[in-house]
């Protein structure tokens, strides 16, 4: 058995810290995610009227996953946009389609469906550094996402 709680070795944690290096910064990553959170919520709105959508709570930040834990990169949690209605089932497959679209634009190609059922959806886009877009409609309507492992301004070389 593995130890999921073994750090990552030297020489791949090196390797991931570096791959960073490439890649925007937590703050412009925060601003690319919610911008995209936000048009998606306006095109759900217009595909589905009964949905209005509004920020709840705060980011959160945390430190990275495997093998970005021994980088100096962080991860922004975003806050959750609400509406308080769901997707009619009827809109699902349009909103389906537009939140791919929307994660595809994000560069997230990873699919976790979590629940499909009908009035009861739940799936998240992601990719290999922790990015996330996910989409739940049930009694209510949440977008959400995570930014990814990304270096903060202060600490990305090409700042």
């Known amino acids: 058995m593995t130890n999921p709680y073994k750090p990552t070795d030297p020489g791949r944690a090196g390797q991931a810290a570096v791959a960073l ?3 925007p910064t937590l703050e412009a990553a925060r601003d690319q ?3 995209a959170i936000e048009q998606l919520g306006r095109q759900i709105t217009a595909a589905a009227p009964n949905t209005h959508f509004e920020w709840r709570r705060e980011d959160s930040r945390t430190g990275c996953n495997p093998p970005y834990e021994q980088s ?4 922004i949690s975003l806050r959750n946009y609400v509406s308080e209605s769901p997707v009619p089932e009827q809109n699902w497959k349009q909103i389906y389609d537009l939140a791919q679209q929307t994660a595809h634009t994000l560069g997230l190609a990873n699919v976790t469906v979590f629940k499909d059922a009908p009035n009861d959806h739940d799936l998240q886009f992601s990719d290999e550094t922790g990015a996330v877009l996910r989409l739940g409609s049930k009694d209510a309507t949440v977008i959400t996402g995570a930014t990814g492992c990304r270096l903060p301004a202060a ?5």
């Open 33 to 35: 995610v919610q911008s």
């Open 21 to 23: 290096e490439s890649l």
């Open 72 to 75: 100096e990169g962080k991860l």
């Open 155 to 159: 600490r990305h070389p090409a700042q």
